[in-house]
């Protein structure tokens, strides 16, 4: 397998198409190997393939798998090769300050070995990455003693490569005679080696000095050869850079214009042509140059607003690729090259490595430390009670730190004082105390008021101020809690003995610090958002009993209005009897009359006061209900009927209808209170949302038991329903559309947690332009709770 995947690797070097028609299915880039040994191999076939089609993204992924299972499998020699191309790859994508660290990481490992190949491969890849960085004195030094260390592989590919970053190097000097030498040298390297890549470099390279040197028909012959090579083995990198020397050509001389040409002359022609592949290249960020160069011939032709749009291309490309992180990045290196040579070897690397390890150490030991804190924090950062916030803190103290005593101070609202609301001594709790800010010489006042560490070695008689019931300490912590520009208090913790916290003792009480002001902060802001919302769901609470009453008194009026209308007549029938009985005299007729309608009168009251009556235990069941939430077995439409009959007065007052639609023998174990609830604000929904005020509608209340132990409970009506931006929001606490009309928000929030949470069911709704339908899917018996149902609603 290893000796198929190199043969695979150096097929491609000299026919990228072929070698991948013979190798691609026994290498499959899906498939890796399973054997680290082998993978490196294969993952170097398939970084050196993608490499060759520009796809340097790609190339970099496999070469860095390749690094690393050379490594594992210490195959030095295989790393640095890998290494070396994960850095060109990156270097050709314009990231330079990953590639030099790729480079380094290669050095590092071909220098203990003594190899002037790989050594010498590292140096002249380094190289090239300080000249496209535009430092060309410590290119031209690199690329000698790369050369010299790799004298005695003149038939190495290494070697041509070396020539290659030479001759380029000359180019950007203008030295273009030395370059033609170069390219000239390597040209006979890569033919040798029969290498298609190097020979479109190569001929690349003459084209570009020979066009300077005033030959510009050697020039054009040998850039449209170097174009074909390129074009044949899809290498885009060397495409593009064949094309835009042909434009550098056009430009400088006078030549025919190419065959097919679209473009105003042919230095445009061929710019475009070599902006179209490179787009073309994955991951590839387009160097700013190219567009400089549009640019300029542009503005050459008169064609400046194309000018202009190229500049700022050029701009925007030039911003991105280029770093000053990577350019510092490259004189470290620079010197790190320099000293080295300085250094004896072998101390140097003994030294080194010992230093290594200890750093290792250290950093092992900071890791385990940082990864438990982390899981420390969020312990702490997930309680929303104070109480729990002390005792998770106290644990974590005491089992990180020496703490003899630990505190914590906490400020008032004004923030004149610091009160301790949580302290240990020795295992024992400390009695709360409180201490002004501005006390010179508490410590913690200190703390608060300057907001910064404070930290006691040392202890004298004065140096620590002793509150009551304290014993006194050697060494002392004090930490500001403090939550953005806010400071909620301190946390100190103090040992009997000196120099109790060095640097990482105070870094973990700094960090558990953070996470105690967090969670503090955190759990005050809960304590004050539930009690608000216990107030409001108090006053919405009271609301709906306000309405209950007002429908108790409307529904009331009517059989006792009745009621008194028929006495006060009845009365005056009476005085008239009377009259008559002590007057003229009384007919037999008229005592007739009389006992019937006193008979029609008595039949009438007796009517309207049992309907009084009725009503006001319902009225009396509903308002128990409601006010103490009991459990109890209930008849469903009994108490629907009931919970309706404190709406009617505001139904008929706003012209509209509702029917009750539930079978008789619906029975349920659960709290009709929040039940009776729900439907109210169900109702009071509707009358406020659901209908326009120029036309009455109606409301439907249904329910059936469509499975075993369940019922299905249906409110709608027959408004213009929801808008569908709403629907998503309409059971969020404080959402309504109607603020200061009388719509709080909180009334579907609240009946979607009493439907969830105490009745143990779920709500739906669906809306369309002819209504509005909400459905509850309740259990006939709702679920067991061991806190309160009160808290159980709206928590």
Known sequence: ??????????????????????????????????????????????????????????????????????????????????????????TILNDHH??????????????????????????????????????????????????????????????????????????????????????????????????????????????????????????????????????????????????????????????????????????????????????????????????????????RVGDYAAAYRSAQAAAAARHKTHSQE?????????????????????????????????????????????????????????????????????????????????????????????????????????????????????????????????YVEEAGPDDIFLAPGTQLMVSALYVPLVVGERALGVMTVQAMHARAYGERERLIFRTLCAYGAIALDNAEAYRQLKDAQTQLVSQEKLAALGSLMAGVAHELNTPIGNSLLIASTLIQKTEELETQVNGPGLRRSELAGYLADARKAHELVMRGLTSAADLVNSFKQVAVDRTTEQRRVFNLQQVSHEVIATMMNRIRAANHRIEIEVPELISMDSYPGPLGQVIANFINNALLHAFARERSGGMWLQASTPVEGRVLLTFRDNGGGIAPEHMSRIFDPFFTTKLGQGGSGLGLSISYNIVTSLLGGQISVHSSRDGTAFTLDLPLTAPEHQTPATTQIYT
Not at 67 to 79: D, H, K, N, P, S
Not at 214 to 239: C, I, K, S, Y
Not at 411 to 427: L, M, P, Q, Y
């Open 326 to 454: 990577a350019t510092s990045r490259a004189i470290a290196l620079q010197v790190h090259h320099q000293t080295e040579h300085a250094r004896a070897e072998g101390q140097h690397h003994r030294e080194l490595a010992a230093s290594e390890a200890r750093r290792a150490e250290v950093l092992q030991q900071t890791s385990d430390t940082l990864e438990r804190l982390s899981a420390i924090g969020q312990e702490i950062t997930t309680h929303l009670d104070a109480a729990a916030v002390f005792q998770a803190l106290n644990r974590h103290v005491q089992g990180l730190l020496p703490a003899h005593s630990f505190a914590i101070y906490l400020c008032d609202a004004g923030g004149g004082t610091v009160s301790r609301a949580f302290g240990i001594e020795n295992g024992r709790p400390l009695p709360t105390n409180t201490i002004a800010v501005d006390n010179p010489r508490a410590n913690s006042a200190r703390c608060v008021r300057e907001r910064r560490e404070i």
């Open 1 to 90: 397998d290893i000796a198929e995947a190199a043969i695979a690797r150096w097929a491609v070097l000299q026919d990228l198409r072929t070698a991948e028609q013979r190798w691609g299915r026994r290498f499959a880039a899906g498939e890796a190997p399973q054997h680290p040994g082998v993978a490196a191999w294969v993952y170097d076939f398939f970084g050196l393939s993608a490499s060759q089609h520009s796809d340097h993204g790609t190339a970099a992924r496999h070469y860095i798998h390749c690094y690393e299972t050379a490594l594992e499998t210490g195959q030095i020699r295989v790393a640095v090769t890998a290494a070396i191309n994960i850095g060109l790859n990156f």
């Open 98 to 299: 990953a590639a030099l660290e790729w480079m380094q990481s290669a050095l590092d490992l071909a220098r203990p070995t003594g190899w002037p190949r790989s050594i010498g491969a590292c140096l002249m890849h380094t190289a090239e990455t300080m000249r496209r960085l535009g430092r060309l004195d410590a290119t031209e030094e690199l690329l000698h003693e790369a050369l010299q260390i790799m004298t005695p592989l003149p038939g190495a590919r290494s070697y041509a490569h070396a020539l290659s970053y030479l001759g380029d190097l000359a180019l950007d000097k203008a030295d273009y005679s030395a370059a033609l030498d170069a390219f000239h040298r390597m040209a006979a390297r890569a033919d040798a080696l029969g290498q298609a890549d190097f020979q479109s470099i190569a001929r690349r390279g003459q084209a570009h000095a020979l066009c300077f040197l005033g030959r510009p028909q050697e020039a054009l012959e040998m850039a449209e050869r170097a174009v074909e090579l390129a074009a044949e083995q899809a290498n885009r990198d060397n495409h593009v850079a064949a094309l835009r020397v042909l434009s550098v050509i056009h430009e400088r001389h006078a030549l025919p214009p190419p065959p097919g040409m679209t473009e105003q002359n042919a230095t445009l022609h061929y710019l475009h042509q070599a902006l179209d592949v490179a787009s073309a290249i994955d991951g590839y960020t387009l160097p700013g140059d190219l567009h400089d160069a549009l640019g300029r011939e542009y503005a």
